[in-house]
């Protein structure tokens, strides 16, 4: 069975204004406790373009029924392999993976980690070894 590719019309503003590190639809700063909206009428807002995201959703869980990497069968959800902060594609079925939700904050962990060290141009740790 193929998998079915998904389409979506994104404004080409909000993708700008996602590249930029700005709020993706007014293209403002983004202060916490947000991440990429300055508000939550803006999230609803980006939202909408990505009524599809919970059919995806749905039908990756459909197909596994288990976590990809500990085989447990309790709270799974889907995630990316390639995080979208990291340069991985947010519709690309073959990006999502099946986890639990202790491997997902693992993942998401060690995602964060890549993005501070590697995307930044710093090294990790272990690589200033001498």
Sequence with gaps: MTRQSTQILIPQEYI???RKGLCRV???LVKRPFRKYCSTIHSLEYQKCFKTWTGLRDRILANQES????GNEDKLEVDHKLA???GGEMWNEDNLQV???KCHLRKTKSDLYDKKYIK???CRLSDNSS
């Design 16 to 18: 700008e204004n996602d």
């Design 26 to 28: 007014c293209g403002k």
């Design 67 to 70: 976590c990809e990497k500990c």
């Design 84 to 86: 979208i902060m990291n």
């Design 99 to 101: 986890l639990c939700h």
């Design 120 to 122: 930044d141009g710093q």
